[in-house]
C-alpha cells in the first residue's frame, strides 16, 4: 500500500511559480514511477509530467519548459515546479504513483488558480 499527499497548490498570478509537492508513505520501495495530472473543469484529467524511479522525465507538451519535477535524496517527496505559469494551468493537480505489481495510487489532488 502506498499513500500520496499532495500539497502546495495555491492562487497565482500569470507568469508566477507555484511548487507542489506529492509526498509518498508506506510501500514507497514499490514505487516505479510518481506521475503528476492536472483536471481542470469541464475536461479531462490529462498526465502533466512524469518521473521514474531510475530518474528519467518526461512533461507533456504545454508544459515543456516551465515544469520541471524532481525528488528529494529521501525519494519520498516528488516535486513539481511550475514556472511561468498561464490561466490554461488552472485545475486540481494529481500525483499517482505506480508500483512494480502495476498498482496504482492516487492522492487526494490541490487546486492551482492562474489569475489573468
Known amino acids: 500500500q502506498v499513500q500520496l499527499v499532495e500539497s502546495g497548490g495555491g492562487l497565482v498570478q500569470t507568469g508566477g511559480s507555484l511548487r507542489l509537492s506529492c509526498e509518498a508513505s508506506?510501500?514507497?520501495?514499490?514505487?516505479?514511477?510518481i506521475r503528476w495530472y492536472r483536471q481542470a473543469p469541464g475536461k479531462q484529467r490529462e498526465l502533466v509530467a512524469a518521473?521514474?524511479?531510475?530518474?528519467?522525465?518526461t512533461y507533456a507538451d504545454p508544459v515543456k519548459g516551465r515544469f520541471t519535477v524532481s525528488r528529494d535524496n529521501a525519494g519520498k517527496t516528488v516535486y513539481l515546479h511550475m514556472n511561468n505559469l498561464k490561466p490554461e494551468d488552472t485545475a486540481a493537480y494529481y500525483c499517482?504513483?505506480?508500483?512494480?505489481?502495476?498498482?496504482?495510487?492516487w492522492g487526494q489532488g490541490t487546486q492551482v488558480t492562474v489569475s489573468s
Open positions: 499517482d504513483a505506480i508500483t512494480r505489481s502495476g498498482s496504482m495510487y
Open positions: 518521473l521514474t524511479r531510475g530518474g528519467t522525465s
Open positions: 508506506g510501500s514507497i520501495f514499490s514505487i516505479n514511477a
